[in-house]
Each structure stands twice: as structure tokens, then as C-alpha cells.
């Protein structure tokens, strides 16, 4: 089962920050927080991970909390192209915890 | 980031048969494979993971004997949906992880398969 909890559906306007939430209170020290987003028909992409401090890269921001248990990832100016399901995903170290259980995400609708 | 080719992107095929989808790791070698299954408007379903040179262990609810998984080189594994019914129909999606990609870094994931069983 999905260790995470994500909003079903989010709307947000083209140009504006999108801030997808998550919660994932059960997570343990050793488990990473992952996000992939899927556009309509096609496989995941990976957007970002962290552990426990926040993260930034050409997509995305993720912040994570002191306690870990939640996290945002923030779209900072979102286009229509970002309209797709985003998945919050936790998940272990090591060669036997590499799998990605995904839970039902978040449908985020960028509007013009 | 590394790439995952799937092939094919789409197939229909007559209840019965069987359809095997590939899944090519093309500049890195995957250790491990997985194997998703995703129904209309649902999310992604992991149906098992296969290591290179070794047998598939798949998740509960899985058969193995209808979903046969081979991952016989570090570039390559299949996935083959025997005697197909049409509510085997769905998209089917892979994902590869190993050597060359870094530990705890993104899976790659390929563009997914759907399959219609008519």
C-alpha cells in the first residue's frame, strides 16, 4: 500500500506557483520522498527526491518539513504542459527497496 | 537521464493469444526491471519486479503463470500476457533501475504499452 496521502485534485492558474502537497507521516529515516508526474497515456516522469532538506532543480521545488512528515512540491510557474497526475511516492534504500508503490496522486489542472 | 524503450506502444490482439511487450534499458544497464499495470483513470499497479539472471517475484494477486517475466540480460526484459482475455487489456509500463543510474536517484520508466484484447 501507498504510504502517502495527496489531495485527489488541484486547479491552478497558468503562470501562477502550483503547490502540490503530501502527507507521508509514517515515514521512516532511511525512505526518501519522491515525486513523478504523468501526463495523459504516458509513462511517469521523475521530477525530484529528497531526504530531509529541500531540494531545487530545473522543474521543481520540494520542501520537505523538520518532522518529515509531509512535504510541497512547488511548480513555480506553471504552463499548460504541467497539467498531468503527480505522484508523491516514499521509498527505501538498498538494492531489495527500490520498488515505487503509487498511490492515487494528485490531478493537477493548470487553467489558462 | 537515462533512457527506457518499450516496444510496442500499442498492440490489439485476439482473446486467447499471447502479446509480449519488451523493455529496453538503452545506455545503462538495469539490474532490476518492474513491471506496472494501469487500468482507465486508476493508478499505477506494480505487478513484479525481476532481477537480471534470476526469477520474477511478483506481488500478491499476480499470476505468474499468465504474466511470464524474463529479464535474461542486463539490457532486457519481457513481459508476456499468455492466453489473453479482454480484461487483461490495459497499459502496461516498466520501469529500470541499476548500474550506471545512482542509488536512490529517479527509476526510469518507458512510455508504457496498451493493450487491447479483443
Known amino acids: 500500500d501507498a504510504k502517502t496521502t495527496q489531495p485527489p485534485s488541484m486547479d491552478c492558474a497558468e503562470g501562477r506557483a502550483a503547490n502540490l502537497p503530501c502527507n507521508h507521516s509514517t515515514i521512516s529515516g532511511n525512505e526518501y520522498v519522491y515525486w513523478y508526474r504523468q501526463i495523459h497515456s504516458q509513462g511517469p516522469q521523475y521530477i525530484i527526491h529528497?531526504?530531509?532538506n529541500n531540494e531545487t532543480n530545473e522543474m521543481a521545488s520540494l520542501i520537505i518539513t523538520e518532522d518529515r512528515k509531509s512535504s510541497t512540491l512547488i511548480l513555480p510557474h506553471a504552463t499548460l504542459r504541467d497539467t498531468a497526475v503527480y505522484y508523491c511516492?516514499?521509498?527505501?534504500?538498498?538494492?531489495?527497496?527500490?520498488?515505487?508503490?503509487f498511490g492515487q496522486g494528485t490531478r493537477l489542472t493548470i487553467n489558462p | 537521464g537515462a533512457v527506457v524503450s518499450q516496444h510496442p506502444s500499442w498492440v490489439i490482439c485476439k482473446s486467447g493469444t499471447s502479446v509480449k511487450i519488451e523493455c529496453r534499458s538503452l545506455?545503462?544497464?538495469?539490474?532490476?526491471m518492474f513491471w506496472y499495470r494501469q487500468f482507465p483513470k486508476q493508478s499505477l499497479m506494480l505487478m513484479a519486479t525481476?532481477?537480471?539472471?534470476?526469477?520474477?517475484?511478483?506481488e500478491q494477486g499476480v499470476e505468474k503463470d499468465k504474466f511470464l517475466i524474463n529479464h535474461a540480460s542486463l539490457t532486457l526484459s519481457t513481459l508476456t500476457v499468455t492466453s489473453a482475455h479482454p480484461e487483461d487489456s490495459s497499459f502496461y509500463i516498466c520501469?529500470?533501475?541499476?548500474?550506471?543510474?545512482?542509488?536512490?536517484?529517479?527509476?526510469?520508466f518507458g512510455q508504457g504499452t496498451r493493450l487491447t484484447v479483443v
Open positions: 525481476s532481477n537480471e539472471g534470476s526469477k520474477a517475484t511478483y
Open positions: 520501469s529500470a533501475s541499476g548500474a550506471g543510474v545512482r542509488e536512490n536517484t529517479e527509476a526510469f
Open positions: 511516492i516514499v521509498r527505501g534504500r538498498g538494492q531489495g527497496a527500490q520498488k515505487l508503490v
Open positions: 529528497g531526504l530531509k
Open positions: 545506455d545503462f544497464q538495469a539490474t532490476t
